[in-house]
Every structure is written in C-alpha cells, then in structure tokens.
C-alpha cells in the first residue's frame, strides 16, 4: 500500500509509507534545528548539535533537553518547539489511525473500513477528513486544559506570561512531550491540585491512543468495546495504581523527595502525578536525580512499557506488555493460546510481541552499548536516560547534558526510532504475508 | 508423572519431580553447609552465613565466593565443595536427560523411548543405567582434563598439590562450577596454552549438554543430527566467535586486562579463555573488576544467556535465545512461523520461549530491585552479579563481598531459582496438557 506521487514524465513514483513517515519527519527536524538556532529564536547563541538536539527531542515529542527551554529560547522559539511538538504529535497519531484503519480496527469514522486493506484506494478527500477528526479532538482537549492551566499560571505570572504558560504547557501534555518553560518541569506546583489533576487527565487522553478514544465514544460501555479497549483501559489503570503505590512507598521517607513535605495528602498529590507521568509524558514535580535507585529502576521499568498504540506516547506499548505477562500465565497454567476478557489471542500476536520486544531490546542496549565506550558517567543514570529516550519520555537524571558528540548522536537516533520505529513495525504488522513454505515441525529443549 | 514412595499405611506418596529435585538440592546445600562450617573444613572460623552461601554456590555450581576458596578451606573443605560442585552438576544432568527422555527427545540410550509420556513407569534399575551413562561421561572427561593439568600444575605446585590442584580444577571446570583455588581464579595461568586448551574444552563439554553429545556420539555426522543438536553447535560457535572478537577488540589497549600484555598473541589466547567462560564457567584470567563498562555490559548479556540445556550450565539457554532470534527475522520476513535447517519450530516453542525469557527477566529485576533497595553500590557491578547468580556463572565484579544480609539471601535464591528453576520449566513444558475452552480470536494493536 505505497502512496503514489507523479513525477516529470507522468509515471508515479512508489513510496513506501513508513519511508514517507520517516522522510517527513527528518525534515521537520532539520527545518526546526535551522529555525532553533536563529537570533530571533534564542535569548543567547546556542550551537547547532544544541538546536537539532531540542528540534529532534520537540518532534519525537521526548521533552530530553541540553538547553533550558524556558530561559534559553525567545517567545518565538518558544512557539516553534510548540509547534514541532504539536506536528509531531498530530503526524503521529494520524499515521497511526491510517496503519490501524488497515489493519480493520475502528478508527473512530463512521466508515471506518474505506481505509482497509489498500491505502492507495484512499483519496486525499478521505484523508484530509480523518486528520480532521483527529485535529478536533486534540484542538478540543488543549483547549479546556488551556482554560484550566490558567487558574493556575495568571495568578503566578500574570495575563500575557501566563497565557503562554497554560497554552505551552497544554499542548506539551497532550501531545505528552513533557516539554516546561521552568528548569525544574512543574516542581513549583508539585502540591497545586489543579496542575496534579489538569496535566494527568491531558497526557492520559493523549496516551491512551485514539482507536481506544473513538471505542468510547461510539460504544459508550464496556461490554462492546473491542479486546484492545479493554486490554488498555484495564492495563493502565493497573499499571497506573501500581506506579503510584510503588513511588509512594519507596520514596515516602527519602528527604530529597517526598521526605520535604510533611502532609500525607502532599506526598500522595506527588506520587499520583509521578507515577502517571513517568511511563510517557515526562513532567516532574520531584528532582528525577534524587530519587532512590530502586525507584529509578521501576521508572525504567515504567518508561520502556509506555503508554498506548496509536497516541502520542512511546515505549513498546502497554498491549504488548500486556500479552507478554498473558503468555507468561498461560504458559504456567499450561494452555496452548492466551486469553482475555473472553476472546483468544493468537499465537502469531505471541511471535509479533516477541519480535517487538527483542528489538527493543536491541535498541536499548545497543544505545548503552554505544553511550558508555565514550562516556564515563554512572550507569543507572546512563541507563536511565537511554530507556528515557527510547521510550520518547524526556526525564533526566542529567547523563543527557554531559553527553558528547557520539552520545548525543545515539539519544537523538534513539528518540527518532523510538518515534518512528514502532509505526513502521506497526505498517509491517499489517501487511503480513502468508509464508510461501511449509517446513516439517520440529521441536527444541529450551528450559 | 510424579514419583511414587511407600508409606507407612503401604499407600504410595506423590511427589512431583520438580519438588523433589528441589528438595534434593536444598538438602544438599544444608548439609553442604554444616559441614563447611566445622573447624575441620576451615584455615579460619568462618560464619554459618559464609559457609551457607559458599555451599550453595557449590550445589548450584556458580562459583560466587564470599570467603577464598584456597585459603579459608582446608584440603577436607575443599573436598566437600568438589563432592557438592559434582553432585549438583551430576544430579542436574540426570533430571535433565530424564525430562528430556520424557520429551521424546534422544538421551544416548539404545531404548530411550523407555522414560517417556510416563516417569512412573521407570523402573529403579533403568534409571540406575541412566546414571550410569551419565557418569561414566563425566568422569571419563574429567579424568582426561585432569591429567593435561597435572602437567601444568605439577611442575607449579609439586605432586601432591599439584594433583589436587588438577582434580580439582578439572571437576570445577566440567561441572562449569567456576571455584578455582587461586583469589585471582587462574590469573597466574593467563597466557598458558594448556590450561587455555584443557579448561576451555572441558566446560564447553560440559556446557553444550549430555543430547547433544549422545546425538554427536550416535549420529557421527552433522546431517542426522536433531534440529536441537544442530542449533545448539552453530549458536554456540557465532557466540563464542563474538565474544572473543568483542573481547579482542574492547580490551586491547585496556591497561588493567589485555593492555598490561605486550604480545598479541597472549592476547588472543586470554580473549578466547574469557569470551568462553563468561557464558557460564565462571572462570577467569584477567581481573573482573578492571574491564570496561561496554565489555561488562556484553558479559551481562552473555551471563543471560548461558550455555546448553541438559546440560551444567545456566542462564535461558543457546536455543531459547536462538528462538528469540529467529522469531525476530521472521517477523521482518513476514513469516508466521519460523524454521532453521530445513525445519520449522511450532509457535507453541515460541510461547514458552516469551514466557521462559519474561520469567527469567522478572527474576533478575526483583533480585536487582530488592538488592538496591539495602545496598547503596555501583549500579553496573549490582546488575553484573544478578545475572552472575541468574546465569550460574560466578564471574563477579567485587558486589558479593560487600553484601548485607538481605543482599546475601536474594544472591543464594537467585543461584537457586538459575539451577532449579529451568529444570522445573523443563519439566512444565513435558506435561502441557491442551485448553480445554476454545474462544473466539481477537486481534490486539502492538505497535
Ligand atoms: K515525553
Ligand atoms: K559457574
């Protein structure tokens, strides 16, 4: 399912959607790097690996930074990361509802099958209309999170600073770029419930991906949602109470964290909006440096699951997750096939979840792999940042400002497959062809 | 197929075989324990603690020490720790070719259909055989790799300590235990061709697993040969020659290991000794400590990995990390299933290899987790000893001599659960009984 464009002698040339995908991605990347480092777009001079290392983070909407967003960029700039972060975030779940159209799912339209199959058969008219869609959604949320934000942000920096503020911060969580204008993310409104309930109910939207938006919105109950609803709904709110215990529990007593506030409702406010948004968005409200060790590995563990397919969040995704931790039980509990909420999972999800962990994997580790041959620094953080990276989270334990030149070209390589990568497995998901042989079984000892 | 014993009341007492093999090697490492701890066994008073953990390392043949072998133990001791190291490398052979035999898969015996669907139809005396084959294996090796060591050690140590020293190293060397009689392990030996020759052949021996070796022995050729045969020796090779290559190249201008040798000849042989033994001898000729992160990071992976089964080795295995490999070409190829050398392997055996490589991993976090919860060390050398224990390597990087108490304990079950734990996988995956609930299929979005 090629797009076709025409070239000079009227023939079309082919090319591959998730080579478009990548093409206009690497372009708004390099635009945004050569907008970054203008005058106009800076408040002091910032090089050129800095302008394509805030570009690249903005687009892959990460929120990793080797510069300060708030103080180092004018207002201009400002509204260009804004900007790469709102195309980045749009082009995303876009493409992701096209691959999931092909792939039969519901997207949401009400003839939701004229993408399958062939993306070719689509016209622009019908494209434009999908984009439409999703556009009204996004529009609609930033802008009752803009109206709420700015409870919050008038009071503390007045109309016209203030604005910007709840504008900025609400297209950062949405999108769940993690990008803040203050050094330190929202740690100021570590305690304000507006910030605690505004910006997880943002990235929560914009992370649970559309197809599962539009399942609600259609069937209106849980009884008809489709297997992947229920698999992400069930699987985040677990994921979510789980985080949120777990980061309440190891960090209560720590003084650098939840140890500096004294009331109980404080320490839970925080814990709340951490364990929400470690697994994609990447706004703090602690010092990510200072936290435990055990706790920096859950938040590996955190970031690399990430949130849903087709949103804006990275990571291998909670279904797959999910299917992983299926696999495990029912292999103890001796079945041949997994199953949940009633329906069976096949066993070539099985190998398409297997397939998309290792690589995973192989990316991750190739990164620390790569990082630590030049740089000397302490490998949790090290570790901590490239999984931050990976699954295009953005928090810091601060190995990401020391990097060098190769360092900062394997993060910027990192976040761009952790962008693209899994929307280009997902386009090879949906168009799997049947082998051509067939081989004798044969069976291997593996315990 | 549970093992049957008579009761008092004349009725038959069922314990299955995974319990009984646990209990079998817990009893072990107790008594291995009592008697290391009395001052007949030790130079020095050790505690219980120290002879518990020393006495599980041994029966579990990873090599992990909290005192030193050579000088806290006296020749008594040390003998009790060779009895442990080859009971527990012994008893897990036995258990593994009777799973195995119950797999349906060859174990070198002329009628070695007997074992299978049904132990309990195995009568004593055929199991007897069983172990009789077994052994006459070991110890026809051991005794071969003892006598090339005499002429390395004799000449050292003189007759007397230079032949324990050869018994000794050669039973610690097959049974890929890893205790060496030297603090530096077989440092002094670094750039000796026989010890590079003789150690390295005996724990690969013993590392590529008793059916693999009796389908060698019986087949004589590589065509005949079982798909399990065929991708354990080519797995095997590509590991070994990438380890050494990366060893090679990682570490030759390092100046704590290779860098501190002139010729490169002394530097292959210590990069071929190493890229060997990691996997799961635990042997070693450089210092541990001094190696560069990105080389400790491929250890780790390799550490993960481990050797053969039915074999002395731990880690998930050369076949389920071939299987994780495959499954990964396949799903680039768009293949719904996978084959290698002409066969294909059932999406069933990718299943268990998810659930094997998902178990294996929640193992190692909870144990890194736990450990960095009480202990405040470097996070890179706490991941390499995990996987030391998971792996049943015994390699290590200085974190086991720093261990508290809860550390200690969570070394001794991950040792354990890496010997035992595999074993009674094995055993699940011989008795998978169908589902007897068909559901409807779903499809679930991964990307
Ligand atoms: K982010
Ligand atoms: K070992």
């Known amino acids: 399912m090629p797009f076709y464009f025409p070239n000079r002698t009227g023939k ?19 635009i945004g790097a050569v907008v970054l480092v203008l005058p106009v777009a800076v408040t002091h001079p910032i090089s050129f690996s800095d302008a394509l290392f805030t570009a690249t983070s903005a687009v892959t909407v990460t929120g990793l930074a080797v510069v300060d967003t708030g103080s180092s960029f004018t207002l201009f700039g400002q509204a260009m990361i804004l900007i790469l972060i709102q195309l980045g975030g749009l082009g995303l779940m876009t493409f992701a509802a096209l691959v999931l159209s092909a792939l039969g799912l519901p997207i949401g339209l009400r003839h939701h099958n004229f993408l399958r199959e062939d993306l070719n058969q689509t016209s622009l008219h019908q494209l434009v ?12 949320c930033e802008l009752i999170g803009g109206i709420l934000l700015l409870t919050v942000f008038v009071p503390d920096f007045g109309w016209a600073r203030g604005t910007w503020f709840a504008v900025f911060h609400s297209v950062s969580a949405f999108n769940n770029a993690g990008f803040a204008l203050m050094p330190d993310s929202l740690s100021r409104w570590a305690t304000n419930p507006v910030i605690n309930l505004t910006i997880p109910a943002l990235l929560l939207i914009g992370g649970i991906g559309f197809s599962v938006i539009s399942d609600l919105w259609i069937h209106r109950g849980w009884r008809h949602l489709s297997l992947h609803s229920k698999l992400m709904l069930t699987g985040s709110a677990i994921l979510i109470v789980w985080s949120v215990t777990m980061f309440a529990i190891l960090e209560w007593h720590n003084p650098d964290t939840l140890g500096a506030f004294a009331n109980p409702i404080d320490k839970l406010q925080i814990s709340w909006f951490q364990g929400l948004t470690t ?6 409200t602690v010092d990510i440096g200072s936290i435990h060790d055990t706790t920096a590995l859950m938040f590996i563990l955190l970031m690399v699951i990430g949130a849903g397919s087709t949103s804006t969040a990275g990571g291998i995704k909670v279904t797959t997750f999910i299917v992983l931790v299926l696999a495990t039980i029912a292999f103890f509990k001796r079945h041949n096939q997994l199953h949940a909420f009633g329906r069976s ?24 792999f790569l990082i630590t041959m030049s740089h000397d620094g302490d490998f949790l953080d090290l570790v901590f940042e490239v999984t931050s990276a990976f699954g295009t989270v953005g928090l810091s334990r601060g190995t990401t400002g020391e990097l060098d030149t190769l360092g900062r070209i394997v993060i910027e390589l ?3 497959i952790g962008r693209v990568g899994p929307l280009t497995l997902g386009f090879f998901l ?8 067939s081989y004798p079984s044969s069976q291997v000892y593996l315990g």
Chains 1, 2 share one sequence.
Do not use: D, H, Q, W
């Not at 040339?13 to 991605?25: N, Q």
């Not at 209309?129 to 609609?140: D, S």
């Not at 697994?279 to 703090?284: K, P, Q």
């Not at 949906?430 to 042989?437: G, K, L, N």
């Open 345 to 368: 999972i096949g066993l070539e999800e099985v190998m398409k979840v297997l397939a998309l962990t290792m690589i995973s994997m192989f990316v991750v580790m190739s990164g620390i």
């Open 414 to 416: 990192i976040m761009f």
């Open 279 to 284: 697994r994609t968005a990447g706004f703090n």
């Open 430 to 437: 949906a168009r799997r062809v049947p082998p051509r042989i």
């Open 129 to 140: 209309g999908l984009v439409k869609t999703i556009l009204a959604v996004v529009l609609f």
């Open 12 to 30: 079309p040339i082919r090319i591959p959607p998730p080579l478009l995908l990548a093409i206009l991605y690497l372009a708004l990347i390099l």
